[in-house]
């Protein structure tokens, strides 16, 4: 990561150290005299790399918009990207674009892209553009086998195979149970029904199994951990309903336990009802504010026109959030999807229904202490079948052939024929074509 070379990709499990080596990697390049500019794909895993490694992060996609990057939906739905020059009046701001402000890459700058198995194709290519004309070098250093970017997957696999480096780490330190944590690598690297059928019956034969007999009872499981466990826990499902009805659960709970006080009321997404002592999550980045997407906080505070937080990893960081923003984008967030879990680390995980192979690998390598997967199944042998059916569904990391096919429907769907009578949206032939398939 410290070399001259132009392309490095570094692969690390989860629990492998991957913020120890960012640490040395920085301290490697400060001695060259060389700067490091460390990104993420999402505004909260910018603020967690940069808690960790000691340097100031931000979003991938704030670099690429300092070197005129526009992204927005096109006609038929799908995401369009465009390109500033230097003199042209962007939309947005209704300004000249002047050029880069923010990070003026050099020959030699290092750009780091933290939690890289989770940056689409499309950002990724524009980074290229931009590294391309700069000489800057970058090094993607992630995991595609953990949670994938919500567009098309492919980047890190695609940069990997033309990488001047590719390191993949191949111990992990996370766990309290160092017999645990190679017990991960074999569930990450489950692919047959042979592989994932021995890791589930290890997993078994550890405790790290817990059969239930109703989707009731695996929520009430969920609860009892999430109030009884000591220090943090983190619940991870398969579906935003799912999770909906824990958070829901727990709140009631500990209402009744006098956990929450109930003298102030206001209302999050859809609704939901949110109380002083809560974990909720805010959904939107505001700069105003300074929260970020998927960041969790505990409510300490709520008069009639704000809430007040405190960051539920680092009681120092507090906020404030206006209550029309938490109407729109907050919500309880005792339980959560794989995306709102990722990049975190907790003492205990519970991984409840419906998750895939990324949802199941992420869920049970964020507990120190303990990790457990939660399935609803009539015998011990069903249990095992239903854990490792998990473990292979999901194509974590596509190949470079199926990126190539994805990329084609996006190009058919951007071709669709638009009615000429109208434009696209009105009247019912106005679009013709086949929906979208696949992510």
């Given at each position: 990561m410290a070399s001259t070379s132009r392309l490095v990709s570094v692969i690390g499990p989860a629990g492998s150290g991957k913020a120890t080596l960012l640490r040395i990697a920085r301290d490697a390049l400060a001695l060259q005299q060389r700067r490091v500019i460390l990104v993420a794909p999402t505004k909260k895993a910018a603020i967690v790399a940069e808690r960790e490694v000691g340097v100031t992060a931000s979003s991938l996609h704030a670099l690429l918009a300092d070197y005129g990057w526009r992204w927005g939906d096109d006609a038929a739905g799908g995401q369009r990207w465009s390109r500033l020059r230097v003199g042209d009046v962007d939309d947005e701001t209704g300004r000249r674009y002047l050029g880069p402000q923010r990070f003026p890459l050099r020959r030699g700058d290092r750009v780091i892209v933290d939690e890289a198995g989770m940056v689409d194709l499309q950002s990724t290519d524009a980074l290229a553009s931009v590294l391309q004309e700069t000489g800057a070098g970058i090094a993607m250093i992630g995991d595609p086998r953990q949670a994938a970017p919500v567009g098309h997957v492919g980047a890190m696999a695609l940069l990997t195979r033309?990488?001047?480096?590719?390191?993949?780490?191949?111990?992990?330190?996370?766990?309290?149970?160092?017999?645990?944590?190679?017990?991960?690598?074999?569930l990450r690297q489950a692919s047959t029904t042979a592989e994932a059928e021995r890791v589930a019956?290890?997993?078994?034969?550890?405790?790290?199994?817990?059969?239930?007999?109703?989707?009731?009872?695996?929520?009430?499981?969920?609860?009892?951990?999430?109030?009884?466990?000591?220090?943090r826990v983190a619940l991870v499902v398969g579906t935003n309903d799912d999770a909906d009805?824990?958070?829901?659960?727990?709140?009631?709970?500990?209402?009744?336990?006098?956990?929450?006080?109930?003298?102030?009321?206001?209302?999050g997404r859809s609704g939901q009802r949110m109380l002083v002592g809560d974990v909720i999550q805010t959904r939107r980045n505001d700069p105003a504010a300074d929260v970020q997407n998927r960041a969790t906080w505990i409510i300490t505070g709520i008069d009639d026109d704000r809430l007040a937080l405190t960051n539920l990893s680092d009681s120092t960081e507090r906020r404030t959030i206006r209550i029309d923003y938490a109407a729109e984008?907050?919500?309880?967030?005792?339980?959560s999807t794989v995306h709102g879990i990722q990049g975190e680390t907790v003492d205990v995980s519970i991984v409840g229904l419906g998750v895939d192979a990324a949802g199941l690998y992420v869920g049970l390598t964020r507990g120190r202490r303990w990790n457990e997967a939660i399935v609803v199944a009539s015998s011990a042998e069903l249990a095992r079948e239903e854990l490792s059916d998990a473990m292979r569904r999901g194509v974590p990391e596509p190949t470079i052939e199926d990126s190539r096919r994805a990329a084609q429907m996006d190009l058919s769907r951007a071709a669709r024929r638009v009615d000429a009578t109208g434009p696209v949206g009105l009247g019912p032939k106005s679009v013709v074509g086949s929906p979208r398939l696949g992510r």
């Open positions: 033309h990488a001047d480096h590719v390191v993949e780490l191949r111990s992990v330190h996370r766990f309290a149970d160092p017999a645990y944590g190679q017990l991960t690598l074999r019956r290890e997993l078994d034969s550890a405790g790290h199994i817990r059969r239930v007999d109703s989707v009731d009872a695996a929520h009430e499981a969920m609860v009892d951990e999430w109030c009884t466990r000591e220090g009805a824990i958070n829901e659960a727990i709140q009631r709970r500990r209402v009744e336990e006098g956990d929450l006080q109930t003298g102030a009321v206001a209302l984008h907050a919500h309880l967030a005792y339980a």
